[in-house]
């Protein structure tokens, strides 16, 4: 085993599983497109932002699930997609392309070793954005992702460092007897509840985004190429909305001592 101590090289790794996605979405005609601070980086520095340790993809929900299929199917690579329903342990309700010569666990509890990484968000419909459905439906599944990660913690890790009472350990414990895979799935049917197609607005619901993040779907309906590293990737056509919603003045570089990596982990090549 050798130990990756470098940016640049877990950069490296990431894109070669980028570049793996962007060959699999075309010869398939899937959709993806470059998300969060990976469109961020391709916009504002035609790559990985300089300090930036992993790759953010959105998919539309029924691309992503048929994505699965395709990776998983093919043993002619070092490449597999892992999420809750393949992979024991696993805490999040989205999934991951992971490179399987390699080792990977972030530090934080319920965490389990995946392997260097890029991260494939399903993104999905939401109600009309003037109802009352609107409000209960973001509301409900910004519960449930409050509680998924708790889930997969022992009561002393969902404490971190706090101090502990009765009510604490109560809601811990309905947590466990609800179950850490039910809260999972119970996150997936209700992002599952309206399709992308027909919907005016998108979210990715899943991943701890907020109501705030919510895209218009015209932003993302298509995408277009655009260079990354010295390779082209998909972006969304309308990627200023959905920069200017998430980061607001995105081309502003933040603060000297903000530029850091956002992720504490271990790497390494097996």
């Known amino acids: 085993m050798r130990k990756i101590t470098e940016l640049r090289e877990l950069q490296e790794i990431a894109l070669t599983l980028l570049l793996y996605l962007d060959d699999i979405c075309q010869e398939n005609h899937l959709t993806y497109f470059a998300a969060d601070g990976t469109l961020l980086g391709l916009i504002r520095h035609q790559g990985f932002i300089p300090w930036d340790d992993d790759v953010d993809v959105w998919m539309p929900r029924e691309d992503y699930e048929k994505l699965e299929k395709i990776v998983n199917a093919d043993s002619g690579h070092p490449y597999r997609l892992i999420n809750h329903r393949n992979t024991k342990g696993y805490c999040l309700a989205y999934g991951k392309i992971v490179h399987t010569q390699t080792s990977l666990k972030e530090h934080f509890a319920g965490s389990v070793d995946t392997g260097v990484f890029i991260d494939i ?37 969902s404490l971190r460092g706090k101090k502990g009472n009765a009510v604490k350990w109560f809601k811990w414990a309905i947590r466990k ?21 027909g919907s005016e607005y998108v979210a990715c619901m899943c991943g701890g985004y907020r109501k705030s993040d919510v895209i218009p779907n015209e932003a993302v309906a298509q995408a277009i190429r655009l260079p990354f590293e010295g390779h082209l990737i998909n972006a969304p056509i309308g990627y200023e909305t959905y920069l200017r919603t998430l980061y607001g003045d995105y081309m502003q570089l933040p603060p000297v001592e903000e530029r850091v ?7 390494w090549w097996l």
């Open 121 to 157: 968000f399903p993104y999905d419909g939401l109600p009309d954005r003037n109802s009352k459905e609107y409000d209960r439906h973001l509301d409900r599944l910004m519960f449930l992702e409050s509680q998924r990660l708790n889930a997969f913690r022992t009561y002393r890790e």
């Open 177 to 197: 007897c609800y179950g850490k895979e039910r809260i999972l799935r119970t996150i997936e049917k209700n992002c599952k509840k309206y399709p992308v197609e």
């Open 261 to 267: 990596p956002k992720h504490e982990s271990d790497a």
